[in-house]
């Protein structure tokens, strides 16, 4: 971001001085070039985070591994301390301009906010689920990120709920019912996320819903789920790139959402190939999901790809894939090792041809190519 904001720095005296805006206008956009520089993410916040995680992991172990020799209402106390010295620290630091330093000792807060709910209950022999701990932490976390509007507060709170979600789903806790109040905590989370200016948690809530639903997939009825999310998925790429400005005002990704439609698309014909794969009576399905997929992939490359460089590797992906699952369904019993190898090495080459082919058209300036 550093990087970005010095090259708009000089295009803005670049303007200036041509003649292109007045210096009102080049205070204007010097101003927002700051405000949003200050804003992103930088690596020495980066960092901070890092350093952040690991002291709250060192209270955490130290104070387990003395849990014994401390009397009770010190460690109580010891706890409550570290999350409210967390919290009230990070405020002060954040508002005299220590912002990175700030949220870090805010992640401090919150980790130890989750360690104490384990250490409390064991120390007082509290009977409880472990998945509703996670709940109950990232609860709290999601409720400090509302009052401090903190976007790292976000994040951490909706991975939170994706370990939640994770551990319930590969019936970590014995589970007796499949894990769907994870929709209400992303529907929640995807709420808070625009009050915290967090589109780094909206992103990851949008996949870990995608995971919510190939775990639907798995643990349900495949084709059910799957169709639905490939169809939803194309209409929201179309609408993200037919009206993208009131589109993103709306989900404010960025212009990232056709990147997570093609995700979804190719999410949901995957689990179909999956479920038609091997089938002998499936085989016409199949045939048409991957030629489904392969269209889609090639629409999603000229319509946006020239604007995305992201979407297009995840096109490249998608098609490798493809290619890597249609060998496996209908050409495995004609070849052998060696023949796979050679196949493989012809597809390969072939998709590297076709990505460097690509990639000149969407950079030849000839051809009004662009390198988003």
């Known amino acids: 971001m550093a990087g970005y904001a010095t090259r708009v720095r000089s295009d803005i ?14 205070d204007a956009l010097r101003r927002d070039v700051e405000i949003n520089a200050r804003q992103s993410l930088s690596f ?53 301009d220590h912002a990175a330093i700030g949220e870090a000792l805010w992640i401090v807060a919150a980790a130890a906010f989750g360690g104490s709910i384990a250490l409390i209950g064991q120390m007082y022999h509290l009977s409880g689920d472990e998945a509703w701990a996670l709940i109950t932490w990232g609860a709290g976390t999601a409720l400090a990120a509302v009052a401090l509007r903190s976007n790292p507060l976000t994040v951490a709170a909706v991975g939170i709920a994706d370990a939640w979600l994770f551990l319930k789903g590969f019936d970590y806790f014995n589970r007796s019912e499949f894990p769907h109040l994870f929709l209400v905590m992303a529907a929640v989370l995807f709420a808070v996320s625009f009050w915290t200016r967090s589109q780094a948690a909206r992103h990851l809530i949008i996949l870990s819903l995608l995971f919510y639903l190939v775990l639907v997939a798995v643990d349900h009825e495949t084709l059910p789920v799957a169709i639905p999310l490939v169809i939803v998925s194309v209409l929201l790429f179309v609408a993200s790139l037919f009206a993208p400005e009131p589109v993103d005002r709306i989900v404010q990704l960025g212009g990232r959402l056709p990147l997570h439609a093609l995700l979804g698309f190719l999410t949901g014909l ?25 269209a889609g992939i090639v629409a999603a490359i000229v319509l946006a790809g020239r604007e995305s460089r992201g979407l297009r590797w995840l096109a490249y992906l998608g098609f490798a894939f493809e290619l890597a699952m249609i060998y496996v369904v209908t050409l495995q019993s004609m070849l052998d090792t060696a023949g796979f190898f050679l196949a493989a090495a012809v597809l390969l080459g072939i998709l ?14 000839a051809t009004g190519g662009a390198t988003a």
């Open 44 to 96: 020495g916040s980066i960092l901070a985070m890092m350093a952040a995680l690991l002291f709250g992991a060192a209270i955490l172990i130290f104070v387990a591994a003395n849990w014994e020799a401390i009397p009770r209402l010190a460690r109580v106390a010891a706890l409550f301390a570290v999350i409210l010295g967390g919290y009230v620290g990070g405020a002060v630091l954040k508002t005299r």
């Open 270 to 294: 995957a689990i179909i190939q999956f479920e038609l794969a091997g089938e002998s009576s499936y085989d016409r399905g199949f045939a048409i999901a991957s030629v489904v997929a392969l």
């Open 352 to 365: 590297a041809i076709v990505i460097i082919r690509v990639e000149k058209r969407m950079k030849d300036p």
């Open 13 to 26: 005296a670049r303007w200036l001085e041509a003649g292109l805006i007045d210096a009102p206008t080049a």
